[in-house]
């Protein structure tokens, strides 16, 4: 069966199977975030950048016994409708679950509504202006509710020093370039502003209060399986594309090794790769009046 294309040339079908085992990957630490960030007078969430829905999941099971609203808001329509179906699926019956199609960082956010807690995970840094972003998403909080965002944390590691292959420190070179690339991509983003302090301090000029912050772990120890493995060839390989013509062949040469599967060096071949990934939550109260 052929996979379906968009308009936009996404395969919807390959994304979002991908986003759904990284939801699985991910449904425990999931869980523990949800249940960290709804206090116990929140009855509302909105989930920006949805995804495929597995911390709306996280949102509606966290609200069984007191019931409540999970909204969900991202541009993509595809992804949306998988989100909510997922949502819908972990919530009890007085949990009720919808989704809006809107671009936060431009889109009319009016129909979005207010919310005890909103939610955003690795999507502000997308947005030219990431502290006016920040205020955008504000405006979503009912006064005295509260922003949450994710955002990385320290950088992810899922190879030992010295594969092997090229010099030692083959995954730290490769995450340099990949920061080298993220550079020149804000650099060149249109309307592009830039943060010159961290989220902590940006929280707190977007008029967000009583900000505070902590670093969330996904340990998963070698050997890898599953969900987990899979995640590490797509961190290679978005490594790989971030790395092109920043550094040395070898390297290149070193990571299309690791990645191919009919080759000697292959990752799934190895007994020491794990997945290893800090992302650090930052929380800001919307003042009550």
């Known amino acids: 069966m052929g ?54 999941a996280a949102f509606a099971d ?14 993509a329509p595809e992804l949306l409708a998988e989100g909510e179906r997922n949502a819908a699926a972990a919530a009890g019956s007085g949990v009720a679950v919808r989704s809006v199609a809107v671009d936060v960082a431009a889109g009319d956010l009016s129909q979005v509504g207010v919310a005890d807690l909103v939610f955003a995970s690795r999507a502000v840094h997308h947005l030219p202006d990431q502290v006016a972003g920040l205020r955008r998403l504000a405006s979503l909080v009912r006064p005295g509710g509260q922003l949450a965002i994710v955002e990385s944390g320290l950088e992810s590691r899922a190879l030992p020093w010295d594969v092997g292959l090229a010099e ?38 977007a008029g967000l209060e009583q900000v505070r912050s902590w670093t969330q772990l996904v340990d998963r120890p070698a050997p890898v399986s599953g969900p987990a493995f ?27 090794a690791l990645l191919d599967p009919d080759g000697p060096h292959y990752v799934g071949g190895r007994d020491d790769v794990y997945y290893l990934v800090a992302d650090t939550v930052h929380v800001g109260g919307k003042p009550a009046g």
Do not use: N, Y
């Open 62 to 75: 966290a609200l069984w016994d007191t019931g409540g609203t999970v909204v969900l808001v991202d541009s």
């Open 230 to 256: 899979t995640a590490v060839l797509e961190r290679l390989e978005w490594l790989r594309r971030g790395a092109e013509g920043r550094v040395a062949q070898q390297d290149l040469d070193a990571v299309d």
């Open 168 to 205: 030692p420190g083959l995954e730290p070179r490769l995450a340099a370039a990949r920061a080298e690339w993220f550079r020149e991509m804000r650099a060149d983003m249109g309307g592009s502003v830039r943060m010159p302090f961290g989220w902590s301090r940006a929280l707190a000029e």
């Open 3 to 56: 996979h379906s294309h968009s308009h936009d040339g996404i395969d919807w079908d390959d994304k979002i199977a991908s986003l759904r085992e990284r939801d699985e990957l991910l449904a425990p630490e999931s869980a523990e975030l949800a249940r960290a960030l709804l206090r116990k007078q929140d009855r509302s969430v909105i989930d920006v950048g949805s995804g495929a829905g597995g911390m709306s």
